[in-house]
């Protein structure tokens, strides 16, 4: 099942996705989304709900947004993937480098992603697969992790190199607005038998510039949503950016840096993809 977040008609509503169809659920009026979707996938008790009939709409005629409007959490992992390691000439990490970007970050899946001219010379990409958070999650043991996952989403993890490696750590180069398109639509774990066996890419203007599978994922969902447990508390429509693979603007020969009017398409198999044009703003 796919759940997404809509504008129509002037109103934004959680929805299911099926095929060219939209299904509204619930309006957002004056919460959160994620207030409302909490409320709908909370202790894992969704699908029932989701998969009740509403009058369809033609995909075509609304504004597909990002899935979750404010997250409580959006934990980033970073060098996540072997091939990535390699580009980079880092170490492995040992344990999950966990960051954060906020839900001011959030943007839709085909929104432009606006950056401030000259705030930044280095503007890179990460295609990545997202983790949606269904059932509260705390200390909970690798093997039973995938059981609190609701579903997956896609997400481009947009960074400023120059200011990203510029500061002690990373928050200012990862926390643009804009810097977290999301969606389009977030896929019902049941439909992905195993997600650390995906094809993830991403082009740039049309050309292929990330082609990989969280096969290469060093640690995976289900560990890093383990790992994460022993320290915080995991709350339904908690988002985790699991990684990006090789194949960054960073670290190309020569580098390359997205420009104003560049178009960014990110895919995950089987959960989705994302197509966002980078504007610059004065």
């Not at 839900?103 to 990409?125: I, K, Y």
């Not at 002690?168 to 195993?194: M, S």
Request: net charge negative.
């Amino acid at each position: 099942m796919k759940i997404s977040r809509i504008r129509h008609q002037g109103r934004v509503f959680a929805a299911r996705v099926a095929g060219d169809t939209v299904h509204p659920l619930v309006a957002e009026e004056d919460r959160f989304m994620a207030d409302a979707v909490r409320d709908l996938i909370a202790d894992g008790t969704a699908h029932d709900a989701l998969s009740a009939s509403a009058p369809g709409v033609p995909l075509a005629e609304v504004e597909v947004l990002s899935p979750l409007a404010a997250p409580q959490k959006i934990v980033c992992i970073g060098l996540n993937y072997a091939d990535h390691i390699r580009e980079t000439g880092l170490d492995t990490p040992k344990v999950p480098l966990a960051f954060v970007k906020t839900a001011h970050c959030l943007t839709g899946p085909t929104s432009d992603v606006h950056v401030p001219r000259g705030a930044t010379e280095q503007l890179d990409w990460e295609a990545e697969l997202a983790v949606v958070i269904g059932r509260t999650a705390r200390h909970v043991d690798a093997d039973r992790a995938l059981e609190h996952v609701f579903g997956y989403t896609v997400a481009n993890d947009v960074s400023a190199r120059d200011a990203q490696f510029s500061d002690v750590q990373w928050f200012r180069g990862k926390n643009f607005d804009d810097f977290c398109p999301l969606g389009p639509w977030i896929v019902t774990a049941d439909e992905i038998a195993d997600p650390q066996d995906l094809a993830i890419s991403a082009k740039v203007n049309g050309a292929t510039v990330q082609d990989s599978s969280t096969k290469e994922m060093i640690f995976g969902v289900a560990e890093t949503v383990a790992y994460l447990s022993r320290y915080m508390t995991l709350h339904p429509g908690d988002v985790i950016a699991t990684g990006t693979p090789h194949g960054v603007g960073m670290g190309r020969t020569p580098q390359l840096w997205l420009a104003d009017g560049d178009v960014v398409e990110v895919e995950v198999e089987n959960v989705g993809r994302l197509r966002n044009t980078v504007r610059l703003t004065d």
